[in-house]
Every structure is written in structure tokens, then in C-alpha cells.
């Protein structure tokens, strides 16, 4: 995540490391649907969660969420707000989540609710066509999701037109965390969590031939596609973590795991400073100035840019969790 956020110049990055323009995927557009699944799997493993603390998570997320977002653009004006949010849109898919948990046993409801939230997002914007437009439509701002966004949401949208954390995409959204409580709770067998990992790959791509992968509409395919490979990555985790080889390195990860939200605050207020402008310049330009001339390669000096920055936050977050300073919801 941070690498993708961090580039030095984000016009010369890796493609591997930059969203996809509109359809398609990148690694990039895997992490947001990964913490989405790993919120659903956290659910199922947590058991039934007490309300009052379903409720707090919640509003913790969105209150920093709002809060970053204003750090990044300084206006407490209604209409200069940007109201979605990565953040907001977590707190909203654990309320969910953890509300089917409590509501719930075994796979079979978050996966019946899952499917049912992707097949009608399916149909909305492929047989709805937003009001004085002829035709259903997927392109940028257009069709009854963009149209949703400028009608329901406040404040500023992040493109203009239509936002990256829509209202409509946040249902296939939760889809994807349901995915990850029903993983979580299903069959304790490799095999069965590995098929049933595949079977999302398979039915997100033969999907994809109509419903095109694309992240800000989070389309079925794309939620399937993406559950799919976060599930094999959780399942290749597991198969690690049973032998002596890889322990060392999946403890350090999960030592970073418990900082996930202290980083993400500490590298959204890192950007909120260095885009800032003094006398006529950012301060961002100013640092990837001195990493503009390692080498020949511009994408090479922009992920050297991003390295660095990423490997800073996540030391003073690890040295933050020895003293037992951590950001908890």
C-alpha cells in the first residue's frame, strides 16, 4: 500500500504499482480488496463480537478517515469535505461484517449475502441507465453509479464526477469482506479453502468477459477476482507459518499487522505534509530531488523514493510497538 502511495514521481512508476486507469488490474488494485477480506476473516475468527465495541471500531474509522482527509486538504467548509474514504469504507464493511457474525453461524448466510449483493450490483449498472443517459453506462462518472455518487454524496468528490469510494461500489465492497467471514468460518481443510479461492479466480474471470475488472466500480468481477488471490495469499500464509523456515519472517509481518492503522495514519499525515507548498515548491519535490539521480531510470528512482519512505514508517511503527504505542479501535 504504501509503495503505491509513496511514489516519488507517480507519472514514471512501475505499472505493476499504479492503478489501472479504469478497467482492468494491477497488483496495486489488489490491496484494497485484501484488507477488505482480511477485515471478513478477522470477523469469523474473532467469534460473535460485543456490540458496543462493533460500534466504536466503526466510528473510530470513520472519525480518522474525515479527520485524514481533511489533513490532506485543510477545510472544515461542509462542501469542501470529502466524506468517503478508505478508512470510512473499512469501518463501514466491519459493521456489516461483524453484524451478520453476531447474526449468524457457519458459511453459508455471509456467502448467500455476498452473492446476493454482488448480483444486484451486476444488474444495476449494466441494465439501469442513469437518469438523461439512453444507455447503461461503465465509463468514468457516467452511468447510475457515478450518477449515485454526485446525488447522495456531500461535500467534494475526489474525482469530480463520481468518487474512487462511491456509494453504489461500497456494496460489492462488503461483498468482499462477507467472502472473507465465510472463509473464515468454512471448513478447516486446505483443500476445500483452496477451492473455494480458485472457484472465485474462475467465476471473476469468465465474469470479466462482460463485467469488466475495475476497482472504483468494484464490479462482481473484480471482488471475485481479487477475493480469490487474497485467499490464496492468506492460505500460502498459513502453509508457511508451519514450517521453522518461514516463521521468522511471518512473525515480523504480523508484528507489522498489529500497526496496520498506525501506519496508514502516519503515511496519510506524511503525504498531507509534503504536499504542502513552500515557496513555490513541495516538499515532496524537494526529497525526490535527491533520489532523482540514482540512476538513468525514472520508474527505478521512484520506487527508491517509495522504499525508503515505506521502510521508515514501518521501523518507527515497529519501534513505537515495542513501547506499546499503537493506534486501537
Not at 505493476?16 to 480488496?33: E, I, S
Not at 498459513?238 to 514450517?243: E, W
Not at 538513468?296 to 521501523?315: E, K, Q, V, Y
Amino acid at each position: 500500500m504504501l509503495l503505491v502511495n509513496l511514489p516519488g514521481d507517480a507519472q514514471v512508476t512501475f505499472p505493476l504499482l499504479a492503478h489501472a486507469p479504469w478497467h482492468g488490474l494491477t497488483l496495486a488494485d489488489l490491496v484494497f480488496p485484501a484488507f477488505l477480506v482480511a477485515v471478513g476473516l478477522a470477523v469469523a475468527r474473532a467469534g460473535r463480537p460485543a456490540i458496543d465495541a462493533v460500534l466504536r471500531r466503526t466510528l473510530g474509522l470513520l472519525v480518522i478517515g474525515i479527520a485524514l482527509g481533511v489533513a490532506l486538504n485543510p477545510s472544515l467548509a461542509f462542501d469542501e469535505l470529502r466524506w468517503p474514504g478508505v478508512l470510512q469504507r473499512i469501518g463501514i464493511v466491519y459493521l456489516v461484517c461483524a453484524l451478520v457474525a453476531r447474526a449468524s453461524v457457519g458459511p453459508l448466510m455471509p456467502l448467500g449475502l455476498a452473492a446476493c449483493l454482488l448480483v444486484a450490483h451486476t444488474l444495476l449498472i449494466l441494465m439501469i441507465a442513469a437518469p438523461g443517459e439512453a444507455l447503461p453506462s461503465l465509463a468514468p462518472g457516467e452511468g447510475v453509479s457515478g450518477w449515485l455518487d454526485r446525488q447522495l454524496l456531500p461535500g467534494r468528490l475526489h474525482r469530480q464526477t463520481y468518487d474512487p469510494e462511491g456509494f453504489l461500489s461500497t456494496f460489492p465492497a462488503i461483498a468482499s469482506g462477507l467472502l472473507g467471514v465465510s472463509a473464515g468460518r468454512g471448513a478447516e481443510t486446505l483443500a476445500r479453502q483452496t477451492a473455494m479461492a480458485i472457484s472465485c479466480i474462475a467465476l471473476g474471470l469468465a465474469m470479466s468477459v462482460v463485467l469488466p475488472l475495475n476497482k472504483t466500480l468494484w464490479t462482481a468481477s473484480f471482488a471475485l477476482v481479487t477475493t480469490g488471490i487474497a485467499l490464496l495469499v492468506w492460505l500460502s500464509l498459513i502453509a508457511g507459518s508451519r514450517g521453522a523456515f518461514f516463521r521468522g519472517l511471518l512473525d515480523l509481518l504480523a508484528s507489522i499487522g498489529q500497526t496496520a492503522l498506525t501506519i496508514y495514519v502516519m503515511h496519510m499525515l506524511l503525504i498531507a505534509v509534503m504536499i504542502r507548498t513552500w515557496n513555490g515548491e513541495t516538499t515532496w519535490d524537494r526529497l525526490f530531488a535527491l533520489f532523482a539521480v540514482l540512476s538513468p531510470a525514472p520508474a527505478i528512482n521512484s520506487l527508491a523514493f517509495a522504499i525508503s519512505l515505506t521502510l521508515g514508517c514501518a521501523a518507527i511503527a515497529l519501534l513505537l510497538l515495542r513501547r506499546n504505542v499503537r493506534l486501537r479501535l
